[in-house]
């Protein structure tokens, strides 16, 4: 079936955000970004034409002309009522912190269309630590992406008890419709299916580094060497971003808050943020 989901508000225009907005627009929906303040909108702007000449590049059939439109169909605004005014589907790519997301969810309830379909793409909280704040327990679910999602293509769809099959199934469409491969959670899972097998994959790694055992390179090269993957963890790591990593592990068990530690100490207040920042475990310039 068609989805009928048109107009698509994505809120957060960071690394991912930026991504699940272009992509949607890349494959002619409209969309609008919303952020917080026009220096996140400036930041976004410069994600948005990276992504677009990384695209012409890297995506089969991308080109001057077709990403040169997705561009046109993107909106960027400050502004939240208006940012949702018309939106069939809100999907909500704020940082990890459980107050602000619930926080967002309790402003976007009270403006919001009563048609409009609440997403979040929360990598480590579930569709009930959120639900109770949006107002539409019906017309809430998780639709979580993987990042560099034009080649690493899977959209996580997990819902809580309380999701219309109906919302669910229309969500699953509009992953299709942007190509992406819908995978359907029967219930709910910390970390879906693809965190639940990567994170602690990525905290092993991590673990090797900070611990004292191995550098970065020699960690991803018997990782590559050893099973034939094209990446290592701590190359992983690179690409997810150093806040994404210290925001999940920040509210773990010691062992995580520790790694977390560690990680902003050595690497995020030394503005080595991953390749965001053109620095992380390695060096992109």
Avoid at 107 to 134: G, H, Q, R
Wanted: charged content about 20%; some cysteine; glycine content about 8%.
């Amino acid at each position: 079936m068609a989805t009928e989901i048109r107009n698509v508000t994505v809120m957060g225009c960071g690394v991912l955000g930026a991504q699940i907005a272009f992509q949607a627009a890349y494959k002619r929906f409209p969309v609008t970004a919303y952020d917080i303040n026009n220096d996140a909108l400036v930041a976004a702007r410069g994600r948005f034409e990276r992504l677009a000449a990384n695209y012409v590049k890297n995506v089969d059939g991308a080109d001057e002309h077709n990403t040169r439109a997705a561009l046109d169909r993107l909106t960027l605004t400050t502004d939240l009522a208006a940012a949702v005014a018309d939106a069939d589907l809100v999907i909500e790519a704020i940082p990890e912190i459980l107050a602000l997301k619930q926080e967002t969810y309790q402003k976007l309830a009270d403006i919001a269309p009563a048609k409009t379909i609440f997403a979040s793409n929360s990598s480590t909280l579930l569709p009930s630590d959120l639900v109770t704040y949006t107002g539409r327990p019906d017309r809430f679910l998780n639709l979580h992406f993987a990042n560099m999602i034009w080649l690493h293509n899977t959209a996580e769809v997990m819902g809580h008890p309380d999701t219309d099959p109906k919302v669910y199934a229309e969500v699953v469409e509009f992953a299709r419709a942007i190509g992406m491969v819908p995978i359907e959670l029967h219930k709910e899972k910390a970390g879906y299916v693809l965190n639940s097998l990567l994170v602690p994959f990525l905290r092993a790694g991590m673990e090797l580094v900070a611990g004292g055992y191995a550098d970065p390179g020699d960690v991803d090269n018997t990782w590559r060497i050893g099973t034939g993957a094209p990446a290592g963890p701590c190359q992983i790591w690179d690409v997810v971003g150093m806040r994404t990593g210290y925001n999940i592990m920040s509210h773990g068990d010691e062992e995580e808050r520790k790694l977390a530690a560690w990680l902003k100490e050595n690497y995020i207040d030394k503005g080595k943020l991953g390749l965001e920042s053109g620095e992380g475990f390695y060096k992109y310039v």
